[in-house]
Nanobody, 122 residues
Framework: LVQLVESGGGSVQAGGSLTLSCEASKSTVTIAWFRQAPGKEREGVASTSGSRLIYGDSVKGRFTISEDRRKNTLYLQMNNLKPEDTAMYYC????????????????????WGQGTQVTVSS
């Protein structure tokens, strides 16, 4: 397993931007961002594995996932934030190479961070 520590959450107004960071204790094969709003299921936001990237439909065109492998750090640049983006954001990782079609499914990840809260006001 890998230790994951998220940072960068906060409160912004709609239309604003935030960048989340996730520092990993070691390199991983597949790493992703998930989010969970109160009363809702955990949702896959974006994932990366090697050269492959995948985004959830609700964030396409607004969020960008990137990775600095020298620093074992994952980022999520979030632009044009909406109130519906309000959630706890989690970093997740696995040493398994996942097929692209399951990279946004939480059940395939075995390491999780504690989360960072993002709140978007209208």
């Amino acid at each position: 397993l890998v230790q994951l520590v998220e940072s960068g959450g906060g409160s912004v107004q709609a239309g604003g931007s935030l960048t989340l960071s996730c520092e990993a204790s070691k390199s991983t094969v597949t790493i992703a961002w998930f989010r969970q709003a109160p009363g809702k299921e955990r949702e896959g936001v974006a994932s990366t594995s090697g050269s492959r990237l995948i985004y959830g439909d609700s964030v396409k065109g607004r969020f960008t996932i990137s990775e600095d492998r020298r620093k074992n750090t994952l980022y999520l640049q979030m632009n044009n934030l909406k109130p519906e983006d309000t959630a706890m954001y989690y970093c997740a990782a696995t040493d398994n190479g996942l097929q692209t079609y399951i990279m946004l499914e939480a059940r395939w990840y075995d390491s999780w961070g504690q989360g960072t809260q993002v709140t978007v006001s209208s």
